[in-house]
């Protein structure tokens, strides 16, 4: 135990290995229809896979339309949520399997702890928090699986001019920037992580 997280190592390497992907997804009903529609495209391709779905449990907005995209085709979506959540109702009833943690760090070590990959939706501060902290906990040697940004529209362009800035300015070394992998469309997503070679992929440069 390092950093009050269990070092996380299972590997994804083939299409074969992918049984469980995390994916973090706004909550928000308001977004534009485009960016539901990939996440329900997502939830698909997951069902047609065979690939469950991990995600925060939440009833409104991506995360609601990619599980009810893997669940329509056939699939399992498992929703991971904190207590004080499930008591203010924010949980999706529809879901195969709904896991209840004491608080929200034991939520996202738990989504991380299951999943042989990430992939980020758009989405606001809570999505953007978990998919930074998801990266950081692979730089420091905490979590060894594929990450990938689902850019629909660009939307993670600023995001990734940013971490090229940080690289470019020395906050970040080179090799960081190969902590994460971008797909354009949902259709890209597995085919993108099924070709990563994790042990290339694992191999960053410490920190320090």
Not at 44 to 63: K, T
């Amino acid at each position: 135990m390092r950093f009050g997280i269990e070092i996380i190592c299972n590997f994804a390497g083939t299409m074969e290995d992918l049984k469980e992907i995390c994916v973090f997804a706004a909550s928000s009903s308001r977004v534009a229809q485009r960016y539901v529609d990939e996440a329900y495209k997502l939830g698909r391709e997951f069902a047609a896979a065979g690939v469950a779905c991990i995600n925060g449990a939440g009833r409104e907005g991506l995360m609601r339309a990619v599980s009810d995209g893997v669940l329509d085709g056939g699939g399992r979506a498992v929703g991971i949520i904190p207590q004080f959540m499930v008591d203010n109702g924010w949980q999706y009833d529809r879901l195969s399997e709904i896991v209840v943690t004491p608080d929200m760090h034991t939520r996202k070590q738990t989504m991380a702890r299951r999943a042989d990959a990430v992939v980020a939706l758009p989405g606001g501060c809570g999505t953007l928090e978990e998919l930074l902290e998801i990266i950081t906990w692979k730089q420091l040697g905490l979590f060894h699986k594929p990450i990938v940004m689902l850019n629909v529209d660009g939307f993670f362009n600023p995001l990734l001019d940013m971490l090229g800035r940080c690289v470019d300015e020395h906050f970040m070394k080179i090799s960081h920037g190969h902590l994460w992998h971008v797909a354009n469309d949902a259709s890209d997503v597995l085919p993108l992580l099924a070709s990563v070679d994790i042990y290339a992929d694992d191999m960053v440069e410490s920190k320090y």
